[in-house]
């Protein structure tokens, strides 16, 4: 019997596992793989920008930068990309917008340039947005209102689509402007802002349509209304038959404070980039807007108006004391003035 316990076969000492263990085991791996499996694709996906979320997929969209254009150095500050807080500029993002001012003086043609100048498809003059002393009430105020305006959150009847080229306003000198100045240059300056003087050369003529337009503002002769600028004809005669009386004593003191504010403002903003035009040159040779296209640096129009000049001819025949005036101003640098028509 000791022989026999001796001699057994290896057979009798292997360990047969059961089909259920087996299955088991393999149940194992392939739940080891899953995780493998999970773990490797969340790491490619984390890399490519995708995250899985609650059963949907967070896609980061990455902005594209806009394409360098292709200008001279010297004009890179007066490109800018403004980002609206009201409106999503879409695919004019990359549509680059000049800021500009038109600085002038009341009854210079700045209302009747400004049409001109909206008449254009991609430019937006907003007005004498600073004709409201709550706007101009101290620096601070001024460049909350100038940021407004250049980001392309004013909103008015000039405002244009998405695709604007060109923004900016209207400023007259005694608004703020020349009190301010120097703070306003450094704006200018540091934000890229182009200026765009416009200033009447004749100022005698200048004085008659400030007179006349301040009595209509308590007469209204045009059926009750006040108008400072017309779009007929008949309405352009009714407001010229008004002839007012210049007061010859302060016609020369008057006439030398004005030169000298329009000098003081060109002295001022001489820094800026800026372009001069005069009223009289604008009548008389459209191809003066050209050069503000070209300025402005947009495509080239032909502009418009609905506006009508209101007075006319010479100016003898819209000042009541018109010898008087001659008399006061013969043999003086304004003399000059006497021989212009409007």
């Not at 149940?27 to 793989?33: A, G, H, T």
């Not at 060109?166 to 400023?171: C, E, L, N, P, Q």
């Not at 001489?270 to 001069?276: A, D, E, S």
């Amino acid at each position: 019997m000791a022989d026999d316990h001796s001699f057994l076969s290896k057979d009798s000492f292997v360990m047969k596992l059961p089909k259920q263990s087996s299955l088991v085991l393999r149940m194992v791996v392939l739940f080891f793989v899953m995780v493998c499996t999970v773990y490797i694709c969340s790491i490619c996906l984390k890399q490519i920008g995708v995250s899985p979320n609650y059963g949907f997929l967070n896609v980061e969209v990455f902005e594209r930068p806009c394409p360098e254009p292709n200008i001279e150095p010297w004009d890179i500050p007066y490109m800018h990309y403004p980002k609206p807080n009201t409106y999503n500029r879409d695919e004019c993002s990359c549509q680059p917008v000049r800021y500009f001012a038109i600085i002038s003086m009341q009854r210079s043609g700045s209302g009747w340039f400004e049409t001109l100048l909206n008449n254009h498809t991609n430019i937006s003059s907003n007005g004498e947005i600073f004709s409201n002393k709550d706007r101009r009430a101290n620096v601070s105020s001024i460049f909350e209102t100038l940021d407004k305006v250049y980001n392309l959150d004013w909103l008015s009847s000039a405002s244009k689509n998405e695709c604007t080229s060109a923004v900016g306003f209207k400023w007259m000198l005694n608004q703020g402007l020349m009190k301010h100045h120097e703070e306003i240059v450094e704006y200018f300056k540091t934000r890229g802002v182009s200026v765009i003087f416009l200033f009447r050369r004749n100022l005698l003529s200048r004085m008659i349509s400030v007179l006349a337009n301040s009595y209509d503002r308590d007469a209204k002769l045009l059926n009750g209304t006040h108008k400072s600028h017309v779009h007929s004809p008949k309405e352009a005669k009714i407001l010229a038959d008004y002839k007012p009386m210049i007061n010859t004593t302060l016609l020369i003191i008057e006439l030398k404070k004005i030169q000298e504010m329009t000098l003081k403002a060109l002295a001022y903003f001489n820094t800026t980039r800026h372009i001069l035009l005069h009223y009289e040159d604008v009548v008389e040779n459209r191809n003066r807007l050209d050069d503000v296209q070209e300025f402005l640096k947009v495509p080239k129009h032909e502009l418009k108006s609905r506006q009508v000049k209101i007075h006319r001819g010479s100016l003898s025949q819209h000042v009541q004391n018109w010898e008087e005036v001659q008399s006061t101003l013969k043999g003086t640098s304004f003399e000059i003035f006497l021989r212009q028509d409007y």
